[in-house]
Nanobody, 124 residues
Framework: QVQLVESGGGLAQAGDSVRLSCGTT????????MSWFRQAPGKEREFVAG????????RIADSVEGRFFVSRDGTSNNLYLRMNNLNPEDAAVYYC?????????????????WGQGTQVTVSS
């Protein structure tokens, strides 16, 4: 099993950069895919970015391509999301998720483990 804890959210202004972190405990063998999702009020949870196990396949949502960058520490197995040039549409609760698969899936139903989420607020 994997326990996930997100951090790094908060209030930002449009154009700012923020880095989110996802710490892992429990199984840290780097044998699972990890991804970021986000959910804004009244909207469905949507995929943002993910990295497959052992740093393989990487996917980024079209809506954040070129602005958001996902990375993973192979030693600690922590997951990071660097968000640049934020805009108000990026405001949401950001969740870290993990699943024991070898490729990144964009469907949140494909993830067994979730963090509690971290709020990102962007003012214009």
């Amino acid at each position: 099993q994997v326990q996930l804890v997100e951090s790094g959210g908060g209030l930002a202004q449009a154009g700012d950069s923020v880095r989110l972190s996802c710490g892992t405990t429990g199984d840290t063998r780097n044998t699972y895919t990890m991804s970021w999702f986000r959910q804004a009020p009244g909207k469905e949870r949507e995929f943002v970015a993910g990295i497959a196990w052992r740093g393989g396949n990487k996917r980024i949502a079209d809506s954040v391509e070129g602005r958001f960058f996902v990375s993973r520490d192979g030693t600690s197995n922590n997951l990071y999301l660097r968000m640049n040039n934020l805009n108000p549409e990026d405001a949401a609760v950001y969740y870290c998720a993990a699943t024991y698969t070898v490729v990144v899936t964009t469907d949140p139903r494909g993830y067994e483990y979730w963090g509690q989420g971290t709020q990102v607020t962007v003012s214009s």
